[in-house]
């Protein structure tokens, strides 16, 4: 099983839309990463958390470390949100990232 | 600064033949990733450094790869002899005290 748990995992929305994107975890973590990957395949970090909540702009990123879960929200969603959101934790024994499965996200105009 | 470069870019090669993989970390950066991704599996560990000394390795499939990093400029990924099920895409990534991972743009190689 999994360490790290994305729902859902293909998401189609129209331009506008609020987006919210899920990750639940079953291991202590020291902190969790929410990274974005285009079509063209580079992957970006947009978020890390430890604790509560961050935001950049239009997203959203929380954090419940008691309950082992994190959102990412996209408030407005837009055509070039268009990506996979890849949900990555590290774990509290290391340095090296567990990554969910990721989850397909097509904003249509 | 110019973030993680990897080369090449793309790799095809021939079932059988050695594919050497190189990265150039971030300058300053005291850990170095290296990542698979492929559509079954999504990303997974393969090996990671710090201060240039391979700390975790379990991640490595087979003895068929090998990952060194001779200075703290530059790390390698090998495999010899490759397979067709080798092909992904290899990502390198370092970060500074194992925090915020910096990714390269990645390596797509396929194993013909």
């Known amino acids: 099983k999994n360490e790290v748990e994305q729902s859902p995992q293909n998401l189609t929305a129209q331009e506008g839309e609020f987006i919210t994107i899920n990750c639940s975890y079953s291991?202590?973590?020291?902190?969790l990463h929410w990274l974005q990957q285009h079509p063209g395949g580079g992957i970006v970090s947009l978020f890390m958390?430890?604790?509560g909540k961050k935001k950049h702009g239009r997203l959203i990123a929380t954090i419940n470390i008691q309950e082992k879960h994190s959102s990412l929200h996209i408030t407005a969603s837009h055509p070039r949100d268009s990506a996979v959101y890849i949900c990555?934790?590290?774990?509290?024994?290391?340095?090296?990232?567990?990554f969910g499965k990721g989850t397909s996200l097509l904003v249509t105009p | 600064d110019a973030g993680v470069i990897q080369s090449p870019r793309h790799e095809v090669t021939e079932m059988g033949q050695e594919v050497t993989l190189r990265c150039k970390p971030i300058s300053g950066h005291d850990y170095l990733f290296w990542y698979r991704q492929t559509m079954m599996r999504g990303l997974e560990l393969l090996i990671y450094f710090n201060n240039n000394v391979p700390i975790d390795d379990s991640g490595m499939p087979e003895d068929r790869f090998s990952a060194k990093m001779p200075n703290a400029s530059f790390s390698t990924l090998k495999i010899q002899p490759s397979e067709p099920r080798d092909s992904a895409v290899y990502f390198c990534?370092?970060?500074?005290?194992?925090?915020?991972?910096?990714f390269g743009p990645g390596t797509r190689l396929t194993v013909l």
């Open positions: 958390l430890s604790s």
């Open positions: 990555a934790v590290l774990p509290d024994s290391g340095y090296a990232l567990n």
């Open positions: 990534a370092s970060s500074l005290q194992g925090i915020r991972q910096f």
């Open positions: 291991v202590g973590i020291s902190a």
